[in-house]
């Protein structure tokens, strides 16, 4: 019976959403980006001469030592993860294809 898209008598292209073309032109986008882009680059290089950052180097000299504290691991927790590690080298052979003879943790 009819068609969907509207027909226009004079040679002006006809749309069919509202939201198909902007009322502003491409060169406003472009020209906003090149600026934004200018002033986003000008503003590092402002900050990096205004601002200057100083790092040093410190070696620690002194011997680390761990100390355990309430809320370490507990003794069941040590067996099942001592039950995950066998498990772990029983299975570890066959994904990387070595003989578990040759192989140490």
Request: zero cysteines; hydrophobic letters at 45%.
């Amino acid at each position: 019976m009819g068609s969907s898209v509207p027909l226009s008598t004079d040679r002006t292209r006809v749309l069919k959403h509202p939201h198909d073309r902007s009322s502003r032109p491409w060169s406003f986008f472009i020209t906003f980006y090149v600026i934004l882009t200018l002033a986003a680059a000008g503003l590092s290089f402002i900050l990096g001469r205004v601002i200057n950052i100083s790092t040093r180097l410190e070696h620690q000299l002194e011997t680390y030592t761990e100390t355990t504290i309430w809320g370490d691991l507990s003794e069941s927790d040590i067996a099942a993860a001592a039950a995950q590690l066998l498990s772990l080298t029983a299975s570890l052979p066959i994904f990387l294809g070595v003989n578990s003879e040759n192989l140490t943790l």
